[in-house]
């Protein structure tokens, strides 16, 4: 009986290159840095909207 590995030759030519990886890790860095931004600006809208709503400045 013949049993197939897991590493055969196909799935090994089906992983990522290291340079794959660092392009990948490069992009997901920048999508985390601009969705921190969008989420800071999000949290001071929710401030300015619940001081709206408590009276305002003082």
Do not use: F, H, W
């Not at 992983?15 to 969008?38: H, I």
Request: net charge negative; hydrophobic share 35%; charged share 35%.
């Amino acid at each position: 009986m013949v049993k197939r590995r897991e590493d055969s030759i196909r799935e090994l030519n089906k992983r990522k290159t290291n340079e794959q990886l660092a392009a990948e890790n490069a992009a997901l860095r920048e999508k985390v840095a601009t969705l921190e931004g969008q989420l800071t600006d999000t949290q001071m809208a929710l401030c300015d909207v619940y001081e709206a709503l408590v009276g305002g400045e003082q």
